[in-house]
């Protein structure tokens, strides 16, 4: 399939689902192990809507080591060291052309959401409901629009869509992260064909 240069790379920001060190906030209502697998699920998902979005590149932005749920065809790059400003400034650096970076959070993401015309905008932001945001894109990736920003608060959005200013804006549809119980729910009830939907349903069915 040829490639159009118009077409952005696609970078996911995400950490190994290991046990202990993912989606902590799922518990104590789900193990460890099961936030775990949750998290793996949504991961899953997620590069598989990146997989087959039009993009140049494909780039996994990974704290941890790649495992079987990686499809072929992505860039592994680790994370650099420091806040999660720090690593998303440094997951554009490495970019030349428009770029569009997502989490691993949102499993509902399709890629019509990842499909991002940067003719007439600089730049494209995704707001989530927890006031953060689920995608960011530049179509001149600029680390400087990114350090500084603090993350993981409810205006965490807001501040990001400030750095941006100055920059033709578009915005995509806000999203749920998947952060809490409730939130696993109804993203696996917007999207109930996806692994991650299948995965609650099955640690919920082996609960009863």
């Known amino acids: 399939m040829s490639v159009s ?8 920001i995400a950490k190994e689902p ?3 060190r993912v989606k902590t906030r799922l518990t104590p209502t789900f193990t460890p192990r099961e936030a775990a697998a949750l998290a ?3 991961l899953a998902d997620t590069l598989d809507v990146v997989a087959r979005s039009p993009a140049r ?12 749920w990686l499809p072929p065809g992505f860039e592994v790059v680790p994370q650099c060291a420091g806040g999660l400003d720090r690593r998303l400034a440094a997951a554009f650096a490495g970019c030349e052309g428009p ?14 959401l990842l499909t991002v015309d940067f003719t007439e905008h600089d730049a494209w932001l995704g707001a989530a409901r927890d006031g953060g ?6 179509a001149r990736p600029d680390p400087s629009r990114l350090l ?8 965490t959005g807001a501040a990001q869509r400030s750095r941006l200013a100055g920059l033709r804006i578009g915005d995509l549809p806000v999203l ?5 119980p409730a939130d696993a729910r109804s993203v696996a009830a917007e999207a109930p064909g996806g692994r991650f939907a299948a995965r609650l349903a099955d640690i919920t069915a082996v609960r009863r």
Do not use: I, K, Y
Request: charged share 15%; proline share 15%.
């Open 5 to 12: 240069p118009a077409e952005p790379t696609l970078l996911v």
């Open 18 to 20: 290991r046990p202990g």
């Open 40 to 42: 793996e699920a949504a």
């Open 57 to 68: 590149r494909r780039v996994l932005v990974l704290d941890g080591s790649p495992g079987p």
């Open 99 to 112: 770029s569009l970076l997502v989490g691993m959070d949102t499993p509902q993401v399709t890629p019509a």
């Open 133 to 138: 945001f689920w995608a960011l894109g530049l």
């Open 148 to 155: 500084g920003v603090p993350m993981s608060t409810p205006t």
């Open 176 to 180: 749920r992260d998947v952060d809490t």
